[in-house]
């Protein structure tokens, strides 16, 4: 068996939003540079791919969370991630909604820097992403008002268009993962033994290779935090 302590350190992301705002669009194109419109699916998809992050190789799991089931506070893969990535649609208020209340509940029960990272003291990082700016004619959400909800809830904040491969995508996700304290060790949990299909390979402007999967997840590990609890109704 490898010794996972001797492989890079493991960031994980939970990108969550309702159906149909891109989130799984917005993923594969940060990941592999293409482009594959929008799908919708009722069950979570993890992409797992080394990155450079810092000049250093990093590997980066991300769980698609499925908005099939916006009725149900994500908590459990909200507890696996290292950090969080808010998305919704400008064209779509009830997008912006979701993600508000999800921002919400976050504030009135922060979770804390991963365990496993040797910090619990730290703040999860947070960022909130409005896509669909190619499509501002069908505009729902100004821009002050994403702005306004992220500094509220102390996340850093982005418009981009993910079918127009906007920097703007790079740069939010960058920024975030550079918030993350990498670890000094990996997990010791991986979900290498759940099946998957293979993305494909490309290469980012800095020359390092990145390859991918993307695995069925329809349930993540158990956290090791205590658990969130939903905010009250």
């Known amino acids: 068996m490898r010794d996972e302590r001797a492989g890079p350190p493991r960031v994980r992301i939970a990108v969550i939003g309702s159906s149909r705002v891109g989130k799984s669009a917005l993923i594969v194109r940060y990941l592999t540079r293409r482009y594959i ?20 190789p990093v590997e980066l799991e991300v769980i698609d969370v499925s908005g099939s089931n916006t009725d149900k506070f994500p908590a459990e893969q909200i507890q696996w991630a290292d950090a969080c ?5 400008v064209t779509d208020r ?15 029960n922060p979770p804390q820097g991963s365990p496993a990272h040797g910090s619990t003291s730290a703040t999860m990082p947070l960022a909130l ?5 190619d499509l501002d ?20 904040f982005s418009e981009a268009s993910v079918a127009d491969n906007s920097g703007d995508l790079y740069r939010c996700v960058d920024r975030l993962l550079a918030d993350v304290r990498l670890p000094q060790r990996t997990r ?5 033994k759940m099946l998957g299909s293979l993305i494909g ?12 999967s993307v695995v069925a997840c329809p349930r993540v590990p158990a956290p090791s935090r205590p658990p969130l609890a939903a905010a009250a109704p």
């Open 129 to 133: 992403l409005g896509n669909k700016t």
């Open 37 to 56: 419109g929008e799908y919708h699916s009722n069950t979570d998809l993890l992409y797992k791919q080394t990155v450079p992050i810092n000049g250093m």
């Open 188 to 192: 010791k949990f991986s979900v290498t």
């Open 85 to 89: 990535l808010l998305v919704y649609s």
């Open 94 to 108: 009830s997008s912006f909604e979701y993600a508000t209340e999800v921002l919400n509940t976050l504030k009135k």
């Open 137 to 156: 004619h069908l505009r729902q959400v100004p821009t002050k008002e994403g702005q306004a909800m992220s500094q509220a809830h102390g996340a850093s």
């Open 201 to 212: 390979t490309t290469t980012n402007s800095s020359g390092t290779s990145r390859s991918g």
